[in-house]
């Protein structure tokens, strides 16, 4: 081996990557090799860790010394995972959790108390809204929920004891389309976090931090993998903020483990491209649902007749790849196109390669109350479809079975 190539073989991985675009952060940045010069990532798979005395041990577990301890919190490869996504979403730091809904207890547990408040959004993720009025209120947080779209009643519904309002944006399943500037405002003035759910674009299409927000949930099950192989989440937003969330976690201990790190370290490095190819599919299928007979309305930010298609064009780079749509008839026509798909995925999950198809009303969001799904908007007869990345000609033709079965 030349000089030469010993050299280049003990660069580090990464370099300054302030001035790198998206697609190269996501490929190149958060991680540094190792002494062995491997080219691809290294998976540590370890508990714990060995050190040289008992001063260092000390020092290490009282925070004197930074470094890892034990992989409950600090493991080199979730911390490579962590570093990429804080550098994609443009935020100081990322802490990975073990999933999703694990990211928005930590952010809950670790920067509310009793007596604090919560405005909501209504139309999120059904098990957030379960979470929050069956758990998170035992604690003694107050939790309501307004329009995502009626920033009056945002404003109204803000208490002199509102510590946090949350929301996603586009929404699940209606992709309702919140305005991240005008929240952020209210919540500053309310001296409030603005926190927001970015599973459906991810940092490939949306940085809600650039628009005022203060914390970015993730699930990473979704679109940060790609094709649903692992269960993951995760919290950014400002290090102050995100010191309160690790501090929740290395006690309780809702982390990511360090293979799935891996696994979504690979997933991030490919996420612009799948984006723009889910919402290259998901653009078509809605326009082909919006014409067609048995349907009788389609839910796609993308479409210029969504009351959110302004909005979404200046926050988003584009309008991601989920898209719901109502058929004629209620349940029984909805669930008679579902089970008549032949090549379609009936699964909860989205953000797959594999186009997902799933009714909310009895799944996703089936634990609310009637009263919860009709304020969401969810009727019976809503379908919703995660457009994956197959010939968008197969998936029109595999759903035309379905709908022509009604």
């Given at each position: 081996?030349?000089?030469s190539d010993s050299n280049d073989n003990n660069r580090p991985a990464t370099e300054s990557v302030a001035a790198y675009q998206q697609a190269t952060l996501a490929i190149r940045s958060g991680y540094q090799r190792s002494h062995e010069a491997e080219h691809s990532e290294a998976m540590f798979l370890t508990s714990s860790y060995v050190f040289d005395n008992a001063e260092l041990a000390a020092k290490h577990f009282s925070n004197e010394l930074q470094g890892n301890v034990?992989?409950?919190?600090?493991?080199?490869?979730?911390?490579?995972?962590?570093?990429?996504?804080?550098?994609?979403?443009?935020?100081?730091?990322?802490v990975a959790t073990s999933s999703g809904m694990a990211a928005t207890l930590s952010v809950v547990m670790s920067l509310l108390q009793s007596g604090d408040h919560i405005l909501c959004s209504k139309d999120v993720f059904g098990?957030?809204?379960v979470m929050l009025n069956n758990y998170i209120v035992k604690f003694g947080v107050?939790?309501?929920?307004?329009?995502l779209t009626d920033l009056d009643a945002w404003q109204q519904g803000i208490q002199p004891n509102t510590k946090m309002l949350f929301c996603e944006t586009p929404s699940n399943p209606m992709s309702e389309i919140a305005d991240l500037e005008a929240l952020a405002a209210l919540s500053k003035k309310a001296r409030a976090l603005f926190v927001v759910d970015n599973c459906f674009c991810t940092p490939a299409l949306q940085k809600p931090l650039q628009w005022g927000a203060d914390i970015v949930v993730h699930s990473a099950t979704k679109y940060l993998d790609g094709q649903g192989r692992c269960l993951g989440g995760a919290v950014v937003g400002s290090s102050e903020l995100m010191e309160k969330v690790v501090g929740f976690l290395r006690a309780a201990g809702p982390t990511m483990s360090p293979f799935n790190a891996w696994v979504f370290l690979k997933g991030l490095e490919t996420l612009r491209i799948r984006m723009q190819a889910h919402s290259a599919n998901a653009a078509e299928l809605a326009s082909w649902l919006q014409n067609h007979p048995k349907v009788t309305k389609v839910f796609y930010a993308g479409l210029e007749g969504h009351p959110g298609h302004s909005l979404a064009k200046k926050q988003q780079s584009d309008f991601g790849g989920v898209v719901s749509f109502a058929v004629v008839g209620g349940r029984e026509q909805a669930w008679t196109v579902i089970n008549n798909t032949r090549m379609l995925s009936l699964t909860a999950n989205l953000g797959d390669t594999k186009t997902t198809i799933v009714h909310p009303a009895t799944t996703t969001h089936g634990r609310l109350s009637d009263e919860e799904r009709q304020q969401a908007g969810i009727g019976e007869n809503l379908i919703r479809i995660a457009v994956g990345l197959e010939d968008i000609i197969d998936i029109k033709n595999d759903l035309q079975l379905g709908l022509d079965a009604i």
């Open positions: 081996m030349s000089d034990y992989s409950r919190y600090t493991n080199p490869t979730v911390r490579a995972f962590e570093e990429r996504l804080a550098a994609m979403e443009g935020a100081e730091q990322a098990s957030t809204r107050q939790v309501s929920y307004v329009s």
